[in-house]
């Protein structure tokens, strides 16, 4: 069964780094989203991603945050500068439809120092 | 904005119990999804939902979403003790982001 891929499992940072986040959605999947995390709490949406724009935002996903999708199946998330409080679990997610199931990625562990 | 209120936030059930956990929102949504997340890992869907009064079941999941298209419940019939976990509802809005409730956590004892 077709499934979404992240990688790394576990991303350890500095302060100030920059960190990539890769996410393969499923393959015939055309809307792709990524969602954060934190320890204990729920998952909250970050922004959604379609014919290579970016659909909606919120709040958390400021000027640090940026998107691609540099190839066929690559997505990638980048915090430019990253903060003590990005510490969280990063998932990715896609949907074959813009209002149809998302389907979730094992997510990135974000620990940053 | 729009959110969730899920309840209840933690279960603690005897294996072989039946057990129930519901949302609600004061917004609409679309579509409501039922998730199942183990830790250190991503939600796994369980059930989707996507028309008003909609009844659905996977095995021993049974979910159903309001027909006001704003709430939804969760029941899992019979639990074993790999029900355990975190169980998280979600709707999508009409832009198709989900909105997460803040989970149940479920504990079964054997």
């Known amino acids: 069964e077709p499934e979404v891929t992240q990688t790394p499992s576990h991303q350890v940072t500095q302060m100030g780094q920059e960190v990539i986040l890769r996410c393969v959605p499923i393959?015939?999947?055309?809307?792709f989203y990524w969602y954060r995390q934190i320890l204990g709490q729920k998952v909250e949406f970050l922004v959604s991603?379609?014919?290579?724009?970016?659909?909606?935002k919120s709040e958390i996903f400021d000027d640090q945050f940026s998107v691609e999708r540099p190839d066929g199946s690559n997505f990638t998330l980048k915090i430019r500068s990253t903060k003590l409080e990005d510490s969280a679990m990063y998932f990715c997610?896609?949907?074959?439809?813009?209002?149809?199931?998302?389907?979730f990625g094992p997510g990135t562990r974000l620990t940053v120092l | 904005g729009q959110q969730l209120n899920q309840s209840p936030q933690s279960m603690f059930i005897q294996e072989g119990e039946d057990v129930s956990m519901n949302c609600t929102s004061s917004?609409?949504?679309?579509?409501w999804l039922w998730y199942k997340q183990d830790p250190g890992e991503g939600p796994v869907l369980l059930i989707a939902?996507?028309?008003?009064?909609e009844l659905t079941s996977n095995g021993r999941l049974t979910a159903q979403f309001g027909i006001t298209r704003k709430d939804s419940f969760l029941n899992i019939s019979a639990s074993i003790p790999s029900d355990v976990g975190i169980y998280f509802c979600?709707?999508?809005?009409?832009?198709?982001?989900?909105?997460f409730g803040q989970g149940t956590e479920l504990s079964v004892k054997p």
């Open positions: 917004s609409i949504f679309n579509t």
């Open positions: 991603f379609y014919n290579n724009e970016i659909s909606e």
């Open positions: 997610a896609s949907s074959d439809t813009g209002t149809d199931t998302q389907y």
């Open positions: 979600a709707g999508t809005s009409r832009k198709g982001k989900l909105i």
């Open positions: 393959s015939n999947h055309l809307y």
């Open positions: 939902l996507y028309k008003a009064g």
